[in-house]
């Protein structure tokens, strides 16, 4: 017999059908036991994920598998939690009968546990265990930016390697002291990095403190600014400050345009240039919410862990890394920009005042070039190439239009004169017979000779 259960709303249940082990009472609080302690982000399920879970291996009998989940303070919401069997891939995996489930948790109690306890206990062996279908009101679980070597998480179905969940396994047997709670996993293929890039610069729009005009920082009740004499921020936390947090729009307080943009495809990475002031106290890590231009406002899921090292009071930088998020990947190859984040500089009521110093904030196209960066942004603005200024080109001038010269009127043809009718032929006389004759004939003879050269003289007029 199963039964699906959430931990706090049904202990009377359970311990009335239930069998509770002798070690269960040292697990249950919320930090889970199958995780690393930095699993301070909740992830928000409702309208932005489909499904999310994880692949573990135990290496006993267990007598309880699940997550621990947050509704958001008002215990609303559902989860449908189910257990499969981890055969070969997640596709083979879930296309099977699952083992457990699929069965829906409502209205469970803030930051409770959602999952299995089994009367039967499930045997050592590598399962995949899936929440799924949030519905009604905000629910989610809790998460950390890390890998952990006791699970490999999936979010709708895709492998995401830096991304562990807030997880309970409790064993039949309790493990003895220093043991190993978690078994060999599956190997899988990472996939490909779909955003950043190998170069080692910093994007060209940066925040050095000592160059910017801090009073833009306004303060709150819960974080504090003010100005170092060397320039740069210093944040004080107030001792009791609760839920301490900043909206560090950057156009809000930094020289920076609307339109100035900073890809979160090409500069996926984040890096914070600080220093602790105080090692006494250590109250844990922060969260930085990212703003994007489609991500407005600070949403669960959308964020990444602030892990400060409490032993030194030297510079440390600080990665913002959300590539295991793949809402944000999602976001951004669909073109978002960096508009800034939501700084909360630690997630607890600190018992005293916290104060950092803060050098400088850029964006990075890989974590070893933001790791690698001496902040000297001198020797980066002296090493970009200075753009040889081209010449402004000489205008050719417009040549002059040479007025058409006016048509020549075509001479009037003269006239052909009249041809001169040709004269009749005279008649020829008839011969006489008398001794005169031959006179007559010479007369007649010349005036053809003179008509002929008439006619000729013609000609030539022609």
Known sequence: MKKILSLIAAIALVAAMMVIPANAGLQEDNNGNYNPPTTGMAIQMLNTIDNLGSVISTVGDTNRVGFICPSWSNDLGSLTVTLWKWDTDYETTVAADPLYGPDVVENFEDNSFVGFEFETPLPAGVYYVNLSDAAEDPVGVWSGQSAYPGQLTFQNGEYVPKLCLRMQVDYVTPLEEGAVPYGSLPDLEKPPMKVGGTGMDPCEIYFDMTKEDLSYFEGSSTVEFSANE????????????????????FSSVFDIGMDDEISCEKYPYMAIRLRVCDTSYAPGAGEAFYFTTTIAGATGGYSSEIAYDYTTTEWQTIIIDPTSNKTFIDNALEGDSWIGFRFDPVNITPTQEINFDI????????????????????????????????????????????????????????????????????????????????FVGGIIAVAGVAAAAVIVIKKKER
Do not use: M
């Not at 060397?230 to 909206?247: C, K, M, N």
């Open 230 to 249: 060397d320039g740069t921020l210093h944040v004080t936390i107030p001792e009791g400050a609760f839920d301490s947090q900043y909206p560090l729009t």
């Open 359 to 438: 050098a400088w904030i850029a964006f990075f196209e890989n974590e070893d070039a933001a790791r690698a960066f001496d902040g000297d942004f001198a020797a980066f603005e002296a090493s970009k190439p200075t753009p040889t200024p081209k010449p402004d080109p000489t205008p050719t001038p417009e040549p002059e239009v040479t007025a058409e010269p006016e048509v020549t009127a075509e001479p009037e043809v003269t006239a052909e004169p009249a041809a001169t009718a040709e004269p009749k032929a005279t008649e020829k006389p008839a011969g006489k017979k008398s001794g005169c004759g031959g």
